[in-house]
Structure formats: structure tokens, C-alpha cells
């Protein structure tokens, strides 16, 4: 069945560092859609990206889906503690609503 | 108000027992979703259903049941043969489109823990 990886499984940055997580599905998607779920929190969609090669950005956040549209990542200029969380891709399954969710990134912020 | 609510926040089940978990969105949506998430661990469905008196099994079925018996709710039921019930238990809803995965909306979940 589809596969959705993602690397790195954790990061730990200092604030004010660049951050960047790699979503990578063994099979074609329509669309790569980005979640978010702080500690203890539930998982809030950010951004769905549709185009091949498309680049969507939202302030910090840079969102890139890959020419093959295979592949996405997600860029975040100059942390904040805010951004702490875990950061999960998802892609549709073909034919159906269900989406594979990305194994996600956890990311941590040394202040 | 929209949106998914879940009840209980925390739920306690003891060895053998049955127990059901809530989830009701007021979005109009078509189809709702159960995820499992252990700690620090991705999501992996249990059940899925796309339209009322119709669901389909997930990744991790077993041990579980699940009823559509109106649009707006999607109870969850953990069974005794589900031997390792311990986690945090998600539930979402999204638009019903042409099967090209729309975005899904997570109600706060439930805690799920066996004593």
C-alpha cells in the first residue's frame, strides 16, 4: 500500500535557526497536504499544495511540493517557540477521502 | 460554534471491558475518520465511513467497532479483544468530494487509558 515517510523523525534546533522537513510517498499523490499538532494537542491542517512543483509560503513557513509530485518539504525561517510541535504531511489515497499520514517530525526549540 | 467534539477527554477502562468514545461534528461533513496515535508516534486509522450507514475497516481494525447511524456522529467502540488500548484517539471529519482526499478537521481527542 502507500507509503509516506518523513525525515528527519526529530530536530532540535536553537531558536532563530532554520528548520526543515522532508516528506517523501511511494506513489504519485494529487495533492500533499501539512498538519501541525503542538504537544498534547490535536493535529490543524496548514496548507494543501496541488501543482507539480508548486510553492506556497505563509510568513515563515515555506511549502514545496516536488516536480514529480512525489515529495514535499517544509521550511521554517528563524524559529519561534511557537513552532514547536509535530509536523505531518498527508496525501490522498487514490479513489477514496482517506489520507496517509507521514510518519511527522517532531520538532523541539533550545530558547 | 463548528466544528468536532469528543467526549470524554480522558477515559479509564478496566481489563474487559467495552467502552465507547464519542465524536459529533456540526460541519455538515460527509465523511468521518478514527485515528489511533501512541506516544510520539503518526496516526494510523482504525475506521473510516464516507456516507451514514456505510464504513469501511483501516490500518488497525481489529479490536474495534464503529456505527454511522446519523451524519453528524461517528462513535467509536474499543472491544475487549483489542488487548493494548492504551493511546490518544482521534477523531476527524472532511468534505465528501471525487476521492482526491480532502482536508480533514481533528476534534481535541481522548485519552484512552486501561487500568
Known amino acids: 500500500g502507500q507509503q509516506v515517510m518523513q525525515i528527519p523523525q526529530y530536530q532540535h534546533v536553537q531558536e532563530g535557526e532554520d528548520f526543515t522537513t522532508y516528506c517523501n510517498s511511494s506513489?504519485?499523490?494529487?495533492?500533499i497536504q501539512w498538519y501541525k499538532q503542538r504537544p498534547g494537542g490535536h493535529p490543524v491542517f496548514l496548507i494543501q499544495?496541488?501543482?507539480?512543483?508548486e510553492v506556497k509560503k505563509q510568513k515563515r513557513l515555506t511549502f514545496q511540493f516536488g516536480e514529480a509530485k512525489k515529495n514535499s518539504s517544509l521550511h521554517i525561517t528563524a524559529t519561534q517557540t511557537t513552532d514547536v510541535g509535530t509536523y505531518f504531511c498527508a496525501g490522498p489515497n487514490f479513489g477514496n477521502e482517506k489520507l496517509t499520514f507521514g510518519t511527522g517530525t517532531r520538532l523541539t526549540i533550545i530558547p | 460554534d463548528g466544528g468536532i467534539t469528543q467526549s470524554p477527554k480522558y477515559l479509564f477502562r478496566k481489563e474487559g471491558q467495552n467502552v465507547t468514545l464519542s465524536c459529533e461534528q456540526n460541519?455538515?461533513?460527509?465523511?468521518m475518520y478514527w485515528y489511533r496515535q501512541d506516544p510520539g508516534q503518526g496516526l494510523r486509522l482504525i475506521y473510516y465511513?464516507?456516507?451514514?450507514?456505510?464504513?469501511q475497516k483501516g490500518d488497525i481494525a481489529e479490536g474495534y467497532s464503529v456505527s454511522r447511524e446519523k451524519k453528524e456522529s461517528f462513535p467509536l467502540t474499543v472491544t475487549s479483544a483489542q488487548k493494548n488500548p492504551t493511546a490518544f484517539y482521534l477523531c476527524?471529519?472532511?468534505?465528501?468530494?471525487?476521492?482526491?482526499?480532502?482536508?480533514?478537521?481533528f476534534g481535541p481527542g481522548t485519552r484512552l487509558l486501561v487500568l
Open positions: 506513489t504519485t499523490l494529487s495533492n
Open positions: 460541519l455538515n461533513h460527509d465523511a
Open positions: 465511513s464516507q456516507i451514514v450507514n456505510d464504513f
Open positions: 499544495l496541488v501543482k507539480s512543483g
Open positions: 476527524a471529519s472532511s468534505k465528501r468530494t471525487s476521492g482526491r482526499g480532502e482536508t480533514q478537521y
